[in-house]
């Protein structure tokens, strides 16, 4: 049972172009949770989907970004024109149900704006 | 809103000896409580889960206890070690997670 795959691992954008980030939760998972975490600060909740549904995105900044979770495939999350302060690491996580259910995390995908 | 404490930031602590890491939050409507490892530019490493009816729970040197009403959990490590350096997350949930800054602890051979 492979953990959360996160891809690509490292992405270097230059300003303005797009970045796309997939994960894929473990089998049988279907919440899944991205935080990013910028150079010396904690993780930030970004945004909660499940399968076809945002749940929670009270963390997602208001433009440029987006996430979704299909029927079918990984949880993408998008960010139009990038900016020098997207640079962070994006985190993953997915769990078999909200509440007292274990969470289990990617192993990141490093995106550096340039 | 959830706020997340760890104390203290850092830690330096020769190998061999016991040590507590502190995490307070704001919220105590949790379900759970997790901690986690985070070595330099990796992944989080889940070591422990505390159900919020638990009061603690255990893996190996690794001790984690839960006071849901004052909220508090403490992480305690036995015996570290120069691999146990890394910085240790916790992180209380409900329907998600919310995490501190972390401990960075350093253990010296």
């Known amino acids: 049972n492979a953990g959360v795959m996160q891809n690509p691992r490292h992405l270097v954008r230059r300003r303005g172009q797009e970045a796309r980030l997939r994960c894929s939760p473990m089998k049988g998972h279907s919440h899944v949770y991205w935080y990013r975490q910028l150079p010396e600060e904690g993780l930030k909740f970004m945004v909660y989907?499940?399968?076809?549904?945002?749940?929670?995105e009270s963390g997602m900044p208001k433009e440029r970004f987006s996430a979704e979770f299909p029927k079918e495939g990984p949880s993408i999350l998008r960010i139009q024109q990038v900016v020098r302060g997207d640079s962070a690491a994006y985190f993953c996580a997915s769990s078999s149900t909200t509440g007292p259910t274990e969470a289990f995390f990617g192993q990141g995908t490093r995106l550096t704006v340039v | 809103k959830q706020e997340v404490t760890q104390i203290p930031a850092a830690l330096s602590v020769p190998e061999g000896e016991n040590l507590v890491l502190n995490c307070s939050f704001t919220d105590s409507a949790i379900y759970n409580l997790q901690w986690f490892r985070q070595d330099p530019g990796k992944g989080l490493t889940s070591l422990l889960l505390i159900q919020s009816s638990q009061r603690e729970q255990t893996s190996g040197r690794l001790n984690a206890s839960l006071d849901k009403s004052s909220g508090r959990s403490t992480l305690y490590i036995a015996a570290s070690q120069p691999g146990d350096s890394a910085t240790y997350l916790c992180?209380?949930?409900?329907?998600?997670?919310?995490f501190g800054k972390g401990t960075k602890l350093t253990v010296n051979p």
């Open positions: 992180a209380p949930g409900s329907e998600k997670l919310v």
């Open positions: 989907l499940q399968k076809e549904n945002i749940i929670d």
